[in-house]
């Protein structure tokens, strides 16, 4: 009996797993929104991209090491689909702020913009609230507490879709180079659909936590 208990993993490291992977999107929206407030640092910028590419590659294998874990036990946690869905949308998360950095670069921006500075520090206070979600999640008794983040976490994806539209008005109102409004157009966007996929998330541990609460 020892031996197969050896042999089983444990349902916990889902859990441990879900934390590591929400800790390094809580350190990668931070180093974003460092990179946007210090842009004109060149050096800088190019270590912070570089570490941003760093932290999703350690959250790629942080999702496939879910994914096989679902496959070796015969009784999970949480539902199997629901646990594919969480870490998944989690993983999108970190997905965009590595397109958003890796554009910056790419698109040869030279100048961001405050309402840029904004949207990055909404998705690093998005994606911190979310790490303190999903580390109540192995415990239902903290179901109160989970939604109450969870609806934060969707007030602040509202704030961030009314900043990206008025920077995006703006833009077309004020700037008169075609190549920057391109370039800030993307840069918004993603900073904003970033946003959304931390409400996704956030949707998915709420919907979680009332089934099993």
Request: hydrophobic residues 45%.
């Amino acid at each position: 009996m020892n031996l197969i208990a050896k042999l089983v993993p444990r349902e916990n490291r889902f859990f441990e797993l879900f934390n590591q992977h929400a800790s390094l999107a809580a350190e990668a929206s931070g180093v974003l929104s460092g990179l946007l407030k210090d842009y004109q640092d060149e050096t800088q910028r190019l270590v912070r991209i570089e570490r941003i590419n760093d932290l999703e590659h350690n959250a790629d294998r942080i999702t496939h090491e879910t994914v096989a874990l679902i496959q070796t036990l015969f009784v999970t946690p949480l539902d199997r689909d629901d646990i594919h869905r969480l870490i998944s949308r989690m993983d999108d998360i970190l997905d965009l702020m590595q397109d958003c950095a890796e554009s910056l670069n790419l698109y040869d921006v030279r100048q961001v913009t405050d309402p840029a500075i904004e949207l990055a520090g909404l998705l690093q206070t998005c994606c911190v609230r979310l790490q303190s979600a999903v580390a109540l999640l192995n415990n239902m008794r903290n179901a109160p507490e989970a939604l109450k983040i969870c609806r934060e976490i969707d007030n602040l994806e509202s704030q961030a879709d009314r900043v990206m539209r008025a920077a995006i008005s703006k833009l077309f109102r004020d700037e008169a180079d075609i190549r920057q409004v391109i370039k800030l157009k993307a840069v918004y966007e993603m900073l904003e659909a970033a946003t959304d996929k931390c409400q996704d998330v956030a949707n998915l541990i709420e919907n979680i936590t009332l089934q099993n609460a």
